[in-house]
Each structure stands twice: as structure tokens, then as C-alpha cells.
């Protein structure tokens, strides 16, 4: 069966501390892949999106994840988190031409300690 | 670009009372989303249109949810009668292709059904 899993529901870490988010995925056909966040109150925003080619994906706001094949994996990693980083984060799964639906994960909130 | 626009952004209703939630999508996007966010179950897709027809209302949970798009740049969402079971927020996306294209987030309707 097709699924996304976030091991992680909440995450605090001091500003300033890296900070990695874990994603898994289970999809039959070569993933797509995404990172989205949420602000409160607001809608999901990308971060970055994987298809093809590199396995370490740059984003936007210092954002990088890298795609393991091998582990079934897509973690997302910041080197340096801002209090303004406190958010939801979404990992989600599409693939192949064709294909709209989108599985999203669970969702890992982060909390970011002053 | 004034991004994916919804309303109301919350709605407070009762029982049984229809409910109408309301998306402009970005000027030029061929494919809407409806989704629904809850704690429990996280993002499901409810409805996709492409090129205002539905493609896809799979998700759509019962009868009493029947979601329109009668141009490209309106889409509703209504749920007669409502029920507490549907507060949840709910989110219309849009994005420019088919496949695997991102997904640009309105600001989400909190429904809450007493």
C-alpha cells in the first residue's frame, strides 16, 4: 500500500541547532516527492520537491532533504534553525505521469526554543 | 498574484444547516484540490477538478458533499446538512499542470459544527 509515514509528531530544538525531520515512503512506482509547511493559521507552502536527477534537493529558507532509495527515505535538514522556522511540516508522495494524488504524512509540528 | 483565495476563513454553523465554502484559484491553474485537515486523519484529498470538470471525487465522503466548479476561476464546496463529524479545516489548492506539479494552498476555512 501506498503510505507516508512521519515518525516524529512534535520536535523542539534551541535556535540555532540543526534540525532533521524523518520521512518514509511506501509507493509501488519512482516517487515524487515534496516538502510542505504550515504556518497557523495558513495554508501548506513547498519547500522543496524531489523527481529526478541530484538526490540532495535545495529549497527555499535554507531547507535541503535528501532522497535514499535504498532506505525508503526523504529527510528534510536544516543546518541552522530560526525561531520563525516553528511550524507543521508536511512529506508527501506523488508519481509518474498521470498521477494527481498526492499522500501527505501526518505532519511533524517544530517547536523552536529561544 | 493574490495566491489561492477562500472564504470564509472561519465558519461556525449547527447541525443541519448547509454550508458553503468558497476558493478562487490562481488565475491560469488548470487543476483545483479540495481537502479536508483533521487531527485524526490528517490531509485527504476530497475532490480534483482539471479544466473545471471533476476528475476525481473519490474522496468526497458522503452524499451530503457536493463540490462545483463552474468556471475557472470559482469553486464551492457544500455540505447539506452538516454534522458535527465535518468540523475540520478545509483547504482548496491549485496548481498549473496535471502531475506532480505543486500545489499552492489557500489560507483554509475552519468549519466547526455544533
Known amino acids: 500500500a501506498q503510505s507516508v509515514t512521519q515518525p516524529d509528531i512534535h520536535i523542539t530544538v534551541s535556535e540555532g541547532a540543526s534540525l532533521e525531520l524523518r520521512c518514509n515512503y511506501s509507493y509501488g512506482a519512482t516517487p515524487y516527492l515534496f516538502w510542505y509547511v504550515q504556518s497557523p493559521g495558513q495554508g501548506l507552502q513547498l519547500l522543496l520537491k524531489y523527481f529526478s536527477g541530484d538526490t540532495l534537493v535545495q529549497g527555499i529558507k535554507g531547507f535541503e532533504a535528501e532522497f535514499k532509495r535504498s532506505q525508503s527515505s526523504f529527510n528534510l535538514r536544516k543546518p541552522s534553525v530560526h525561531w520563525s522556522d516553528a511550524a507543521e511540516y508536511f512529506c508527501a508522495v506523488g508519481g509518474g505521469s498521470g498521477t494527481y494524488k498526492y499522500i501527505f504524512g501526518t505532519g511533524t509540528r517544530l517547536k523552536v526554543l529561544a | 498574484d493574490a495566491g489561492v483565495i477562500q472564504s470564509p476563513r472561519h465558519e461556525v454553523t449547527e447541525m443541519g444547516q448547509e454550508v458553503t465554502l468558497r476558493c478562487k484559484p490562481i488565475?491560469?491553474?488548470?487543476?483545483l484540490f479540495w481537502y479536508r485537515q483533521t487531527m485524526m486523519r490528517g490531509l485527504e484529498l476530497l475532490i480534483y477538478?482539471?479544466?473545471?470538470?471533476?476528475?476525481?471525487d473519490s474522496g468526497m465522503p458522503e452524499d451530503r458533499f457536493s463540490a462545483k466548479m463552474p468556471n475557472a476561476s470559482f469553486s464551492t464546496l457544500k455540505i447539506q446538512p452538516s454534522e458535527p463529524r465535518d468540523s475540520a479545516v478545509y483547504f482548496c489548492a491549485s496548481s498549473l499542470g496535471v502531475t506532480n506539479e505543486k500545489l499552492f494552498f489557500g489560507s483554509g476555512t475552519q468549519l466547526s459544527v455544533l
Open positions: 477538478f482539471n479544466n473545471n470538470v471533476p476528475i476525481d
Open positions: 488565475s491560469g491553474h488548470n487543476s
